[in-house]
């Protein structure tokens, strides 16, 4: 049966061993095994993650000894069934923040863009929106401007054929360069903003990484003014 709550908790997530056994995990045979008593004891739950993040999960209801599934069964309905599934996705909630580490963007590019403004600027990537968690911003610490926003979409959103997934950096520019630049291939008017002052480049390879690095600072740069907008 497929589990959504399970896939909903644990999508963007990487497993991390040594917090696994911190939490309590116990390796056997190359999985990592943690048990839980939950709803006054009536309960035994049992997680399984592997080294590589795949993840299992088994309830055993003690007063039969029987495998209990009605909690994974969204449309089941009741005080007692919500209550079960309730604690169950607590825990699990629990060991996503404790044993977890948030990886949304997988692309190479991407990442090394990541570590790029890490190491230079020491600024972490922000989630601001919920419903779309694969869209992310870095401010500038002295006027909370922005400079950089990463985002995961379609190519056709930018003029392209393909409805191929790809990463997508946001930066700032100044609107005279930007109107040399633009071509639809390498360089794109910004998707989902000021098409003016942004620009958008794919995560591709289309561009080399040293170009979007230095625009990268170019755009820390043209966010240095005092004036506190996005």
Same mark, same amino acid.
């Given at each position: 049966?497929?589990?959504q ?7 963007y997530q ?6 696994l056994k911190?939490?309590g995990?116990?390796?056997q045979?190359d $999985?990592?095994?943690y048990?839980?008593q939950i709803v006054?004891?009536?309960? %035994?739950? !049992? *997680?399984?993650?592997?080294?590589? /993040?795949n993840?299992e ?9 029987e ?12 005080s007692f069934?919500?209550r079960?599934r ?11 923040a404790?044993?977890f580490?948030k990886?949304?963007?997988?692309q ?8 790029y403004?890490?190491?230079?600027y020491?600024?972490?990537?922000e ?5 779309t968690p694969?869209?992310a $911003? ?11 926003? %990463?985002t !995961? *979409?379609?190519?056709?959103?930018? /003029? ?5 997934q ?11 360069e930007l109107?040399?630049?633009?071509d ?15 620009v958008s ?8 990484l ?6 990268i ?9 005092n004036?506190k907008?996005?």
């Amino acid at each position: 049966m497929k589990d959504q709550f399970l896939e909903n908790i644990f999508r963007y997530q990487v497993v991390n061993i040594e917090k696994l056994k911190e939490f309590g995990f116990v390796l056997q045979e190359d $999985i990592y095994h943690y048990e839980t008593q939950i709803v006054d004891n009536q309960f %035994i739950l !049992t *997680i399984h993650i592997s080294s590589t /993040g795949n993840i299992e999960t088994n309830m055993i209801e003690l007063a039969t000894g029987e495998v209990y599934t009605l909690y994974q069964v969204e449309s089941a309905k009741g005080s007692f069934v919500g209550r079960v599934r309730a604690e169950y996705c607590d825990i699990l909630q629990d060991i996503a923040a404790h044993c977890f580490d948030k990886e949304i963007f997988k692309q190479i590019c991407t990442k090394q863009i990541i570590r790029y403004v890490q190491l230079k600027y020491g600024d972490e990537l922000e989630y601001l929106w919920e419903k779309t968690p694969n869209c992310a $911003i870095w401010r500038r610490k002295d006027n909370q401007k922005w400079y950089g926003l %990463i985002t !995961t *979409i379609c190519k056709n959103k930018l /003029g392209l054929s393909s409805t191929e997934q790809v990463d997508i950096i946001n930066l700032r520019i100044d609107c005279n360069e930007l109107e040399k630049i633009v071509d639809g291939i390498h360089y794109f008017r910004a998707y989902h903003m000021n098409k003016k002052h942004w620009v958008s480049i794919c995560l591709d390879g289309s561009v080399s990484l040293e170009d979007i690095q230095t625009r990268i600072d170019q755009s820390f740069q043209i966010a240095s003014t005092n004036k506190k907008t996005t």
